[in-house]
T-cell receptor
Framework: GAVVSQHPSRVICKSGTSVKIECRSL??????MFWYRQFPKKSLMLMAT?????????EQGVEKDKFLINHASLTLSTLTVTSAHPEDSSFYIC???????????FGPGTRLLVL | QQQVKQSPQSLIVQKGGISIINCAYE??????FPWYQQFPGKGPALLIA?????SEKKEGRFTISFNKSAKQFSLHIMDSQPGDSATYFC???????????FGKGTLLTVNP
């Protein structure tokens, strides 16, 4: 099956710093990538949708200046949490969709802890 | 407004039993219904998916039953195993939007 990787898997940073999370589709070209946030024992909350070469579309209530998304190629999207604060601590998960089908394949997630 | 309602919140099943998780949706424009399995600390993994032109789909021990008129779909796990213990999410999307709306999840525990 299709494989999506994320890096790093875990990151701890100080409040006020920025953190970049990478999402890669390893064996297919992802025309669309999605970024989710998940709190403990909760469901996935869609943050934004990114299409290669165009600006990301953010869900209502998600600050686009705080969560910068770049989809520079058909295999790579990045999420940068700018000026991170403890309330940004969460599990961030990306998914990628092959242009031919509607199936989304999820990455393993990135655990962010902001001290 | 919760567009996909999932129940139960948690479920305990004995090994070898059948696990049944239900979802109901409100938006009739939804046309793709996947189920995902998630283990702690991992990303969700696609289990099985169905489109509304089919009433049932089976893959191994996993079966989706779909009732378009009732706007409901369910996941059946036959011969449940301890290794199936995980959180299961139903989801739905519509057309070329492809954005998934998730249910709240069901924590399944299969006792040995």
């Amino acid at each position: 099956g299709a494989v999506v990787s994320q890096h790093p898997s875990r990151v701890i940073c100080k409040s006020g710093t920025s953190v970049k999370i990478e999402c890669r589709s390893l064996d297919f070209q992802a025309t669309t990538m999605f970024w989710y946030r998940q709190f403990p024992k909760k469901s996935l909350m869609l943050m934004a949708t990114s299409n290669e070469g165009s600006k990301a579309t953010y869900e209502q209530g998600v600050e686009k200046d705080k969560f910068l998304i770049n989809h520079a190629s058909l295999t790579l999207s990045t999420l940068t949490v700018t000026s991170a604060h403890p309330e940004d601590s969460s599990f961030y998960i990306c998914s990628a969709r092959d242009g031919k089908v509607e199936t989304q394949y999820f990455g393993p997630g990135t655990r962010l802890l902001v001290l | 407004q919760q567009q996909v309602k999932q129940s139960p919140q948690s479920l305990i099943v004995q090994k070898g039993g059948i696990s049944i998780i239900n979802c109901a949706y409100e938006n009739t424009a939804f046309d793709y219904f996947p189920w995902y399995q998630q283990f702690p600390g991992k990303g969700p993994a696609l289990l099985i998916a169905i489109r509304p032109d089919v009433s049932e789909k089976k893959e191994g021990r996993f079966t989706i039953s779909f009732n378009k008129s009732a706007k409901q779909f369910s996941l059946h796990i036959m011969d449940s195993q301890p290794g199936d213990s995980a959180t299961y999410f139903c989801a739905a999307s519509k057309g070329s939007n492809y954005k998934l709306t998730f249910g709240k999840g069901t924590l399944l525990t299969v006792n040995p």
